[in-house]
């Protein structure tokens, strides 16, 4: 599984972004995405994930009803769509992905086996 995630930029404060991850394989539809991100001198965090189906996702709660994950299995690809952005939301923002049949979705970084390379975002004030 390879992932490449795109869509970084730089954005003033309470403006909006949007990251995408594409998938090189062949069964995304069996893959769990999440989104994490990672500012300097910090840990790597857990954002959103998003189950296979599409049906399940969860938030941390820094992002709750700001950001929203979503994905298009028919184009291997999930989207974190990023509103009222904050300087706190700076942060290299990693998609990461796990193989599995169950719709439950994780937060935790040693559940998810693959990731991409990140995407920087910086917020500006």
């Known amino acids: 599984v390879q992932l490449q995630a795109s869509g970084g930029g730089l954005v003033q404060a309470g403006g909006s972004l949007s990251v995408s991850c594409a998938a090189s394989?062949?069964?995304?539809?069996?893959?769990?995405m999440a989104w994490f991100r990672q500012a300097p001198g910090k840990e790597r965090d857990f954002v959103a994930a998003?189950?296979?189906?599409?049906?399940?996702?969860y938030y941390a709660d820094s992002v709750k009803g700001r950001f929203t994950i979503s994905r298009d299995n028919a184009k291997n690809t999930v989207y974190l769509q990023m509103n009222s952005l904050n300087t706190e939301d700076t942060a290299l923002y990693y998609c990461?992905?796990?193989?599995?049949?169950?719709?439950?979705?994780?937060?935790?970084?040693?559940?998810?086996?693959?990731w991409g390379q990140g995407t920087q975002v910086t917020v500006s004030s």
């Open positions: 990461a992905a796990t193989i599995t049949a169950s719709d439950y979705v994780r937060s935790s970084l040693r559940n998810y086996p693959y």
């Open positions: 394989v062949r069964t995304f539809s069996r893959l769990n």
């Open positions: 998003i189950s296979w189906s599409g049906g399940r996702t």
